[in-house]
Each structure stands twice: as C-alpha cells, then as structure tokens.
C-alpha cells in the first residue's frame, strides 16, 4: 500500500471564524495573521495506491474554479488546479484516479474536482472516478441551511449528479472500499460529514477532515465559527478520541499549514495532544 500527502490549493480565511469563540490572544499562538485577520491554511489530501494497484484520492482541496474576484475573496493565490499539478509530479494523471472520497462538499474540500477557471466552462477534472459522499451530507448539499449555503457550490453537486459515478455512503463499510477502510460520521461541523479510518500495520490512520482541520483543534473545545453546531463538535472529538486511543491513532490535516500527520497523545490528566509524525 502506498500512501502519500497532496499538497493543494493553499487558502486564507480569518483568523477568528477559523478559531470560533477562542480570543485572538490565544489564537495568534497557533497561527499568524496577515494585515486582513486571514491566517494560512492547506487544503491537503491524501493519495493512495492499494495493493491490487487501485488509486484512491481522499478529497481534492479547494481547486481554482472561482473567477478571480472570489478567489481573492477566499485567499487562494494559485490560478491553476495544484492538486493535479503535484500528483503529476508523482507520475498519477487525472484518469488514473479511480475513486475519490469525499468527507463533505465544502468549496475547499471539493472545489478541486473542477477544472481551473481559465479552462472555460466548469467540468470535472477526472473522468473515471467514482465518487463517494456520505448520503446524509449529500442531501444536506443539496438543499444547505441559509447560514451554510456559501460553503457549497452547486456546480459540483450537478456535475457529481450527472456524472453516472457517485455513490452515496451510508454505513460504516462500504463492499467497493474492501481494503481497511471504515468510516465514521460526523454532525457538528456540517450534517453527515464522513471520516475516512484506514487500517495500517502502525495503527489507525484518520482522515479527520474539518472535525480536527490541525494541530490547535485537537484541543476538543476549540472549534470553528464555521460549525453548525460548536457543542457537538466538542462532543464529538472526544468521543472519537476516546474510541481510539490506546491504539495510538495518526491523524491526517486537510488544513494545518506545515504539518499533515500527527500521532494523538492522551496525557496523565486525560488532556489530548497530537505530534508531528510519518505516515508509516
């Protein structure tokens, strides 16, 4: 099995939405924000080639699909697709991706399925992939709450509907991903958000995505401004870290800046910390 992290489209958003109700005091110990409160931000996914030779894709990070002015809005610098540039780099084109879960379908986790902006109308970037969305975070994207609606893009659920190749996930298996992968399901950031748990002979890999975006988040009550519900966050984080922790869990960052894998630490005080780790 081969694993790899991909970097993407690099983003900034503000500080104090990213951080929720915690002060800037504290937060501008984790993270430094430039002249308009925007703090740096990865949209990281993970790559991975199983041993029957099968390319998964574990999101695709925000894309370049806005038009400039709302890529200005949302710090993304990069005009083209850096996903799909960087997994050039490692020898993979778009077509030999063969299926990509999704956690959930904010713009930043699956706005890098579209082509860039300057390619003309928007289309999807990989052409025989099977996409994998939880069914409940499906049905949330389709019709959002007023307050989430600017996370998703229309475009894509369309795009994704039309395709032929989406399946919608439901339980904690699925018989097309037979290879250590198990999900578990989340509620406090976005209705059905879908956590991706791959066994590894080191232990649990986790593809927390937004229920942990990095290292500062792993405190359980420290949230986002951007989650639906803040207190089911908190409930949820520690619920999953109680779950796994004695088989000494890695974590994998969508959005951390500099670090993509953390190993989860429990102290004598039952306080949680994460440090920097390999995949293996």
């Given at each position: 099995?081969?694993?790899?992290?991909?970097?993407?489209?690099?983003?900034?958003?503000?500080?104090?939405?990213?951080?929720?109700?915690?002060?800037?005091e504290?937060?501008?110990?984790?993270?430094?924000?430039?002249?308009?409160?925007?703090?740096?931000l990865?949209?990281?996914?993970?790559?991975?080639?199983?041993?029957?030779?099968?390319?998964?894709l574990?999101?695709?990070?925000a894309?370049?699909?806005?038009?400039?002015?709302?890529?200005e809005?949302?710090?993304?610098?990069?005009?083209?697709?850096?996903?799909?540039?960087?997994?050039?780099?490692?020898?993979?084109r778009?077509?030999?991706?063969?299926?990509i879960i999704?956690?959930?379908?904010?713009?930043?986790h699956?706005?890098?399925?579209?082509?860039?902006?300057?390619?003309?109308?928007?289309?999807?970037?990989?052409?025989?992939?099977?996409?994998?969305?939880?069914?409940?975070?499906?049905?949330?994207?389709?019709?959002?709450?007023?307050?989430?609606?600017?996370?998703f893009?229309?475009?894509?659920?369309?795009?994704?509907?039309?395709?032929?190749r989406?399946?919608l996930?439901?339980?904690?298996?699925?018989?097309?991903?037979?290879?250590?992968?198990?999900?578990?399901?989340s509620?406090?950031?976005?209705?059905?958000?879908?956590?991706?748990?791959?066994e590894?002979?080191?232990?649990?890999?986790?593809?927390?995505?937004?229920?942990v975006?990095?290292?500062?988040?792993?405190?359980?009550?420290?949230?986002?401004?951007y989650?639906?519900?803040?207190?089911?966050?908190?409930?949820?984080?520690?619920?999953?870290f109680?779950?796994l922790?004695?088989?000494?869990?890695?974590?994998?960052?969508?959005?951390?800046?500099?670090?993509?894998?953390?190993?989860?630490?429990?102290?004598?005080?039952?306080?949680?910390?994460?440090?920097p780790?390999?995949?293996?």
């Amino acid at each position: 099995m081969k694993i790899l992290p991909i970097e993407g489209n690099r983003q900034k958003l503000d500080g104090g939405a990213m951080f929720g109700n915690a002060p800037k005091e504290l937060w501008k110990r984790w993270a430094t924000p430039d002249e308009k409160n925007r703090i740096p931000l990865s949209c990281r996914a993970l790559f991975l080639q199983t041993d029957e030779g099968r390319n998964i894709l574990f999101e695709t990070g925000a894309g370049a699909f806005f038009e400039p002015k709302l890529r200005e809005r949302y710090g993304i610098e990069e005009s083209g697709n850096v996903l799909l540039e960087n997994l050039a780099k490692q020898g993979i084109r778009p077509k030999e991706i063969d299926a990509i879960i999704l956690s959930h379908l904010h713009f930043d986790h699956a706005g890098g399925l579209l082509t860039p902006y300057e390619e003309g109308p928007p289309r999807l970037a990989f052409p025989n992939a099977t996409f994998y969305v939880g069914a409940k975070q499906w049905e949330r994207a389709c019709t959002p709450h007023p307050r989430e609606k600017a996370s998703f893009v229309p475009i894509i659920q369309e795009l994704l509907k039309l395709s032929g190749r989406l399946v919608l996930v439901e339980n904690s298996h699925h018989p097309d991903l037979n290879f250590g992968l198990k999900f578990h399901f989340s509620d406090g950031h976005t209705i059905g958000l879908m956590i991706s748990q791959l066994e590894t002979p080191q232990g649990p890999l986790l593809f927390i995505s937004d229920l942990v975006p990095g290292i500062p988040w792993v405190h359980p009550p420290i949230v986002m401004g951007y989650d639906r519900f803040p207190e089911l966050t908190v409930n949820e984080k520690k619920a999953l870290f109680e779950e796994l922790i004695d088989q000494q869990p890695k974590l994998f960052f969508t959005h951390d800046p500099s670090i993509a894998v953390a190993e989860l630490k429990r102290d004598a005080q039952g306080k949680y910390s994460a440090f920097p780790s390999s995949l293996y």
